[in-house]
């Protein structure tokens, strides 16, 4: 859970370097806004207005915004804030409304009157909805003295939807304006602000409507009743001189496969806020560490500002040979190497003073993709090619930024060795793409789907604007960041040709270096051709074998999938799943309520999704043929972990095993905006369950793996290094444990490479339920592999030609009802927990003295015995197997801040262990 030392020795010396750059250079330091500060205060030249908010209805609020933004306004009975919030979320927040996320509290809010499971976007909301008025958010300020005579300017990241801004007195912004949840918005209010006095903000905000360019959560999760209205992202203002910088970015171009030289783009924004011309300088210099070496290439250019004028200044590698590196040291995914950092630092100069200046990080890299020989686009970083397997990504229900829990989650992406993120229109924070450049995650980013986005004949001139203006915003703010993989023009569905041209203009304007994909799905369209993707699902349950059953060839019987056939393993997959995913029994408790909790009713149902997916029935009817029927959540919870488990590993190998016909899969989805029963790899509450453990299985950096298509035995490489002298045993147990086949290969694995090793014979004698164990080896002995299955005699059979855009029926269910013929085991279990630096790692030695299996095993830490549990915590491994005679020992990490003044105790459970 920290970062390695390589990179915290790098920071160290990083930071003596740049107290000397200081002296010489003398950059402005760069302005994190990691951990958000108590009070505004006025932080390298960033003053955060995060505290002393106030919120309130206009429908309580007589008086007009030049009266409420004046220190003389009373805001009496006005509900105390922070920003950034939603309306709803800031009433959450101070208990004037319940938890929204528990049970079925969400439908007792006001305004929530929207068809259970209905996409509320594309919904009017009701004239007696509290939230069809606007609201209005205050706040009061001091600026520093250092603002004095300066250029001050006052940035809104995030306004959902439209507003009116009033500072002083006077209003600086209208609706007409400020409008689009996806826009960001900077104002020179130097006429405006006072410096040695109070300042006031009003912010009168409007919901969106129907017919907005807002947010949706399509059939994710219910939507609060004020459409997340509300000052949503950051607030701040910051000062420069008459010119500010703004956007430094590098675009970088490799000479792959040898990579020994890159030319360098650099592009900023200045912004002159005087109204007459001005002529400065704008100074650039790149610096790297190369083995506690300092690099350094500095460059400049002239510059004329015509009066208030905005201009992109480009140094192009043709003009500047500073700019042309040689032997680079390159930024790549964490699976393929070091996401290597280099910084830049600009300053424009101006009658001899420093207007303004920046200091950003960058990657020397290149993304590049084409379309394979059956039209699946392959992504290619660095001249090397790629598989992409992520998750797609949600932000919380109500918008709230936790930087803490956002670290969290990125720990569990690298855990499970995931290398992209999908933003399916939720455009995360500066903090999120930072965390995903410092530690080498790929983000698919686009816009979404299912609401207004997509509505393009309802569109009026104005949202064509917003529409432009919006993307220009967003690439403006991305196209700097090396961890950007792709940009989506559409979802679901690709643009009409009039506006998928107009966002090519925008991305050939501000340099976007990665490619361009029309939409998510396999649509082709008159301007850009062939996408290269299919979004063809499954989003419901379907068959461990469906994904190398599925294949382009058989496409002919499945005419009801989407274009790009079914989901099969082949392609580039942009969203599906294997269904539902039912956490572990401590989140269905605290998500549902112990009233509810068994049998399943309509509260579980309200934590499934919307559309097609309102209840879990079609998981539910699997696992109960398949497992048996469940008498208890507890055994209904435990069985589904088997499921999700068996279900997520399955998808995740058969495009690993299939690359490069495959060539990309995103498991929809990675995680939920609330509690839910359906589509994350872990659970609101951060609760790894079977499908965690699944993903991060299959994608083990040498993986043995099963084909349920053929009986073919695999093994897989994820890494870019050859392996050499490796050997695979592979055996088969009936349920008793008798062994019914064993054999054994000695191999190599090529970097990056899959092989088939050979394929299982018929083996005569098996138990209904039988188990296949594969261990792969070094030359030592050392494990570097493994995959344990539990299979059945009786054949599971996929009805393709019922197949929907979300599910393909089984006709015929594997039978695992023996399962609870086995015998129950007592596992021999030890730990003991060392610290590690601001972690805690525990250590826990399982071992099996019995003749049985245990099967299925789940290790858990509390706070003390049978206290509250451990999260986040990132095992090493978990739901695991063992065999008679078996001993494994078994890591966890976790912050030691978790645990308070308790001692970590380890709970032990699983489906024979006594």
């Known amino acids: 859970m920290q970062p390695s030392r390589s990179r915290i020795a790098r920071r160290v010396f990083g930071a003596a370097i740049l107290l000397i750059l200081l002296v010489h250079f003398q950059p402005m330091p760069r302005a994190e806004d990691r951990d958000r500060p108590a009070a505004p205060k006025a932080a390298e030249g960033k003053l955060i207005l995060h505290d002393h908010w106030a919120l309130q209805s206009s429908s309580k609020v007589d008086a007009a915004g030049e009266v409420i933004s004046t220190p003389t306004f009373v805001a009496r009975g006005w509900h105390d804030a922070t920003v950034p919030t939603t309306v709803v979320a800031a009433l959450v927040n101070d208990k004037t409304l319940p938890d929204p996320f528990f049970a079925m509290n969400l439908r007792q809010f006001p305004g929530v009157t929207y068809p259970i499971g209905a996409n509320f976007s594309n919904i009017a909301m009701k004239a007696d909805s509290p939230y069809a008025v606007p609201w209005w958010y205050r706040t009061l300020f001091s600026l520093p003295a250092s603002y004095a005579g300066r250029t001050v300017w006052l940035n809104f990241k995030g306004v959902n939807y439209r507003a009116n801004i009033w500072l002083n007195g006077k209003q600086i912004a209208d609706s007409d304006h400020v409008a689009g949840a996806w826009r960001t918005y900077e104002f020179n209010v130097t006429d405006a602000v006072k410096v040695g006095t109070e300042n006031v903000l009003a912010v009168q905000v409007f919901a969106p409507t129907e017919n907005d360019l807002a947010i949706t959560f399509v059939d994710w999760n219910p939507a609060p009743p004020d459409k997340n209205m509300g000052l949503w992202r950051e607030v701040y203002l910051t000062t420069s001189g008459p010119v500010a910088l703004r956007y430094p970015t590098v675009v970088s171009k490799l000479n792959p496969p040898a990579n020994d030289s890159a030319q360098l783009t650099v592009t900023a924004l200045l912004k002159n806020a005087a109204d007459h011309p001005v002529k400065g300088k704008l100074k650039g210099r790149i610096t790297n560490i190369i083995q506690s070496k300092l690099e350094v290439r500095d460059f400049d250019q002239e510059v004329e500002l015509a009066a208030n004028e905005q201009k992109d200044v480009v140094f192009a590698p043709e003009q500047f040979e500073q700019l042309v590196v040689s032997h680079p040291q390159l930024w790549w995914p964490a699976q393929m190497g070091e996401p290597h950092l280099y910084w830049l630092d600009l300053e424009f100069e101006l009658d001899g003073a420093v207007s303004d200046q920046s200091h950003t990080e960058f990657g020397i890299r290149e993304i590049t993709s084409d379309l394979n020989s059956i039209g699946g686009r392959l992504f290619h970083v660095n001249g090397k090619n790629i598989l992409i397997r992520g998750g797609g990504w949600t932000p919380d229900m109500l918008l709230r930024e936790e930087p803490q829990r956002l670290r969290d989650e990125f720990r569990y992406v690298r855990d499970m060795g995931l290398n992209t993120i999908r933003l399916e229109g939720k455009l995360e924070t500066e903090d999120f793409f930072n965390l995903a450049d410092e530690q080498g995650i790929l983000v698919m980013a686009g816009w979404c789907c299912c609401d207004f986005w997509e509505r393009w004949p309802r569109w009026k001139p104005q949202d064509y604007d917003i529409a432009k203006e919006s993307l220009r915003d967003q690439i403006y703010r991305l196209h700097s960041h090396p961890s950007l993989l792709v940009w989506l023009n559409g979802s679901d569905n690709p643009p009409p040709p009039d506006v998928e041209q107009m966002y090519l203009d925008v991305e050939k304007q501000l340099l976007w270096p990665n490619p361009v994909v029309s939409s998510a799905t396999g649509k082709a369209t008159t301007v850009t051709g062939a996408s290269g993707v299919k979004m063809t699902g499954p989003y419901e349950y379907v068959a461990p074998k469906y994904w190398e059953e599925d294949t382009p060839q058989g496409e002919s019987d499945r005419k009801q999938c989407n274009p790009g056939g079914c989901g099969g393993a082949y392609g580039f997959n942009t969203e599906t799943s294997m269904g539902p995913a039912v956490p572990p029994i401590e989140s269905i408790r605290a998500m549902v309520g112990n009233k509810h909790l068994w049998p399943i009713d309509d509260v579980w149902n309200f934590h499934a999704g919307g559309g097609e997916f309102k209840n879990i029935h079609v998981f539910s009817e699997a696992l109960e043929k398949r497992y048996g029927k469940s008498d208890s959540a507890e055994d209904f919870a435990a069985k589904s972990q088997l499921q999700t488990y068996e279900g997520v590993r399955a998808m995740y190998e058969a495009y690993s095993r299939n690359k490069y016909a495959a060539t990309g899969v995103i498991q929809w989805m990675l995680n939920n905006a609330w509690p839910s029963m359906i589509w994350h790899l872990y659970d609101y509450y951060l609760r790894p369950g079977g499908g965690y453990f699944g993903a991060k299985l299959a994608m083990e950096p040498l993986h043995p793996l099963y084909g349920y298509d053929d009986n073919s035995i695999w ?154 549990e451990i999260l986040p915590v990132v095992w090493e491994d978990n739901y695991i197997s063992l065999l008679p005679g078996e001993k494994r020992e078994v890591t966890a990490m976790y912050r030691t801040s978790e645990l308070g003044t308790k001692k970590p105790e380890v709970e032990v459970s699983g489906w024979n262990v006594e």
Do not use: C
Request: aromatic share 12%; hydrophobic share 35%; proline share 5%.
């Open 715 to 868: 093994v897989v490489s994820s890494q870019y290094k050859d392996a050499k002298g490796l050997k695979l045993s592979t055996k088969i147990f009936n349920l008793d444990m008798t062994e019914k086949f064993s054999h054994e290969d000695s191999l190599d694995a090529p970097a990056d490479g899959t092989a088939k090793i050979f394929t299982l014979p018929d083996v005569q004698g098996l138990s209904p339920v039988y188990f296949l164990v594969l261990h792969l080896t070094d030359s030592t002995g050392k494990q570097l592999g493994s995959n344990f299955y539990w299979l059945s005699t009786s054949a599971e059979r996929l009805n393709w030609k019922k197949s929907t855009w979300w599910t393909t029926p089984t006709a015929s269910f594997a039978d695992y009802t023996a399962l609870p013929q086995l015998p129950k085991v007592k596992l021999h279990i030890r730990s003991y927990t060392e610290k590690r630096g601001p972690d805690s790692v525990t250590r826990v030695t399982l071992e099996n003295p019995g003749r049985s299996l245990a099967f299925f095993v789940r290790l858990k830490l509390t706070k003390s015995q049978n206290g509250e």
